[in-house]
């Protein structure tokens, strides 16, 4: 049968990487197997949820290309895939579990246990449920219910030593009395969570339970919750935590955690599918850059490590250079597009000299955004001259002389193209008896002010004769009546 696997996540909080590294296995998962990937918005928490959160998330994988087969917006045989709109599913399945004696009627006030709870921390001692309801009498149970007393429901977790096999970890044994009886369904009608995901997974027919490691204590409740409703237990993998490089787990302090802050930052999202796909999980060779394609052919629940993952920012801009290398021209420029609008440059993404211009930048570029601050001195009427530059580069006798030489020259040559130029750039240092060097050294300063920047000779043929002569000509000015505030 093929698989039916899940993301669930809360819209409590932005898409996470974590939370979209989980999401990228399950759908690599049920595309290795042809099965179905659902998704299922976990919003019964009212007060902490919110839709712009599900926009969020939602937007986050459609840009990772994490296509979901069921869920919000598709629909799907099993719907509705949002638990707020199946709340009278968790109340039902948990009535029935008590109608079959799984579960029970607690009307412990919160106040009570809550008091019983620390005052058996403070004796250093872990509290547990201590079954009050479980037994109390028909009677007084009818004076609780003619009283209106609230009242939870709590799972009978019956006292068994109970077993599964999580396809990372391998066997899990679990001893059943060292569980509370938990409540299932709150006196205000919500579910809890083991509730929600056990019902929604059964009625969804959930195969794999793909998740993260944070769930493994999780896990012998939800058992037990499978075998009370009758519904077959799903094979359950979860997968090692992320951490930063410090190996503590990965939050805010190591920076940016939201997958839509790593869109901002100029990272393509096939880099981030690949870069978050070897969090954990290997394909048994020594492959690194996949496809997702190659990904989905590869993946499989044995490839995933038990140890935990180490997200490495050094890598990930490595990988996104990758990416942006291979990047077909017209990708790239649609890509970066956005980011130059938003730098206040004016670029049209069809234009074959934009084409030339990524080309040339792109072996320097590791993320989107540095393609804007690469370009800026070709398509900028001005340029500024860093102060680095002016002292490392500028301060020869006689240069002005020589780049005015230059710029004769370049003004003569034809067609103005690369080998032109740079016959041009070696004759008159040549013919001035200087190192051709200082003349290439000086004129990167004079077009792009900056002390690097791609081959000179192409970016002179891409930034053309005129503006080439016009900046060569404002250098000399500006080696005639040395540096001012005003340059510009
Ligand atoms: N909504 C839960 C979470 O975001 C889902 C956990 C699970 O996959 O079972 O952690």
Redesign the pocket.
């Known amino acids: 049968m093929a698989p039916r696997v ?5 819209p409590t909080g932005y898409l996470h990487v974590g ?1 979209a590294r ?1 999401a990228l296995f399950n759908w690599l998962y049920a595309r290795r197997h042809g099965g179905t990937f659902v998704l299922r918005i ?1 919003d019964t928490d009212v007060q902490r949820s919110s839709a712009d959160m599900v926009t969020g998330i939602l937007e986050g994988m459609r840009w990772l290309g994490l296509d979901w087969d069921e869920g919000p917006d598709v629909g799907g045989a099993r719907g509705p895939y949002f638990q707020s709109e199946r709340l009278d599913r968790y109340r039902e399945a948990a009535a029935r579990l008590v109608r079959e004696g799984h579960a029970y009627y607690c009307y412990c006030s919160a106040e009570r246990l809550r008091s019983e709870r620390e005052k058996a921390e403070q004796e250093g001692a872990a509290w547990q449920y201590d079954r009050t309801c479980l037994a109390l009498t028909p009677d007084r149970v009818a004076a609780l219910e003619a009283a209106g007393a609230p009242r939870a429901i709590r799972f009978k977790v019956p006292s068994t030593r109970t077993a599964f096999v999580d396809a990372v970890h391998g066997p899990i044994e679990f001893d059943s009395a060292r569980l509370e009886d938990f409540v299932l369904l709150r006196s205000d009608g919500y579910p809890t ?1 083991h509730l929600s ?1 056990v019902v929604d997974d059964a009625e969804m027919e959930i195969s794999h ?1 793909i ?2 490691d ?2 493994i204590s ?1 896990t012998p409740k939800h058992v037990l919750l499978f075998q009370a409703l009758g519904a077959p237990t799903p094979v359950f993998a979860h997968v090692p935590l992320i951490l930063g490089a410090d190996k503590k787990r990965l939050s805010k302090r190591h920076g940016a955690t939201s997958v839509s802050e790593y869109r901002r930052q100029g990272y393509l999202p096939e880099a981030m599918v690949n870069f978050l796909a070897l969090l954990g999980w290997s394909p048994g060779d020594d492959r690194e850059l996949m496809s997702m394609d190659e990904l989905a052919g590869a993946f499989s629940l044995e490839g995933i490590s038990r140890g935990n993952a180490v997200f490495n920012t050094d890598k990930l801009d490595w990988m996104n250079g990758q990416y942006i290398v291979r990047l077909a021209t017209d990708s790239l420029a649609a890509a970066v597009a956005p980011f130059f609008q938003e730098a206040g440059l004016q670029v049209r993404i069809s234009d074959p000299w934009f084409h030339r211009l990524l080309d040339l930048l792109r072996p320097r570029a590791k993320r989107l955004t540095d393609f804007v601050d690469l370009a800026r001195p070709f398509l900028s009427d001005t340029v500024e001259y860093e102060a680095e530059a002016i002292e490392k580069h500028l301060g020869s006798a006689g240069l002005g002389a020589h780049v005015d030489a230059l710029a004769t020259s370049l003004r003569s040559i034809d067609p103005f193209d690369e080998p032109h130029v740079e016959a041009a750039v070696r004759g008159t240092a040549a013919e001035r008896g200087i190192k051709a060097g200082m003349l290439i050294h000086a004129t990167r300063v004079a077009v792009t002010g900056r002390t690097a920047s791609p081959g000179l000779f192409e970016v002179l043929a891409l930034l053309g004769r005129e503006r080439t002569v016009a900046r060569l000509e404002r250098l000399v000015n500006f080696l005639a009546t040395g540096p001012r505030a005003d340059f510009s």
């Open positions: 899940r993301f669930a996540p809360s939370g989980t976990e969570y995901v339970v998740r993260g944070d769930h999780n």
